[in-house]
């Protein structure tokens, strides 16, 4: 697993997706973390310092994975970079059928007003 930059890891997010539009997946996953170990954690918490989390994202394709660590600071333009990639290499997704609003509406006043019109028999 590689740690790089934010820059290179859109493009390298970006070459992914292109390899694999044809056939295979990527997967990217988003996870908090302070990138320190157990030990360090607790030595910051007993001198009363705070811990600085960060966002860890990985991406792998099963051939080639990498990842980044994203700060506070940085969130906000690797999210709209993130989502501009999102959007452009998401065009082999179905789109979803949809029935006409207005013939199921139509469908159901049909029903509604068959059922209860008709009177139940009594025994």
């Known amino acids: ?4 930059q934010l820059d290179p890891f859109l493009n390298e997010l ?3 997706f292109e390899k694999s ?3 295979g997946s990527v997967w990217v996953t988003l996870k908090r973390s302070s ?3 157990k030990l360090q954690k607790r030595k910051l918490s007993a001198a009363g310092e705070s811990i600085e989390y960060r966002c860890l994202i990985r991406a792998t394709d099963a051939k080639k994975t990498i990842s980044t660590s994203v700060g506070a600071k ?3 333009r690797f999210q709209a970079s993130y989502a501009t990639i999102l959007k452009a290499h998401m065009t082999a997704l179905k789109k979803r059928e949809r029935k006409d609003r207005k013939k199921s509406t139509e469908a159901d006043k049909k029903e509604s007003t068959s ?3 008709t009177k ?4």
């Open 35 to 37: 990138l320190k170990s």
């Open 1 to 4: 697993m590689v740690l790089l």
């Open 14 to 16: 970006t070459s992914m």
């Open 21 to 23: 539009k044809e056939k």
């Open 115 to 117: 059922s209860t019109t």
């Open 120 to 123: 139940p028999k009594k025994l």
């Open 74 to 76: 940085d969130h906000q």
